[in-house]
């Protein structure tokens, strides 16, 4: 069976910045796409990044030059590095193995002064 563990959320200014993380067990994240979305209160979920299993990566454009996703084979973690966080980045953050095939429970992020 599949499992996800998001970590790494918390409170931080305006500016500041984070970095999510993604324990992965039951599969190995290598050779397989890997994903972050958000779902910020009263709006729709949202696809943050993706890493294909070639490494490219994908960003939605809110995020682009911000975020950066990146796994670590070895752990079997994925990780999201945000920077320059702004308030409407403020939401529920979910790692997917897959586009949103397996969940984690997800991780809050508050973006606030």
């Known amino acids: 069976q599949v499992h996800l563990v998001e970590s790494g959320g918390g409170l931080v200014q305006p500016g500041g910045s984070l970095r999510l993380s993604c324990a992965v067990s039951?599969?190995?994240?290598?050779?397989?796409?890997m994903a972050w979305y958000r779902q910020a209160p009263g709006k729709q979920r949202e696809l943050v990044a993706f890493?294909?299993?070639?490494?490219?990566?994908n960003y939605a454009n809110s995020v682009k030059g911000r975020f950066t996703i990146y796994r670590d084979n070895a752990k079997n973690t994925l990780y999201l590095q945000m920077n320059s966080l702004k308030p409407e980045d403020t939401a529920v953050y979910y790692c997917?193995?897959?586009?949103?095939?397996?969940w984690g429970q997800g991780t809050q992020v508050t973006v606030s002064s």
């Open positions: 039951g599969s190995a994240i290598s050779g397989n796409t």
């Open positions: 997917t193995r897959g586009l949103g095939i397996y």
């Open positions: 890493i294909a299993s070639g490494e490219t990566t």
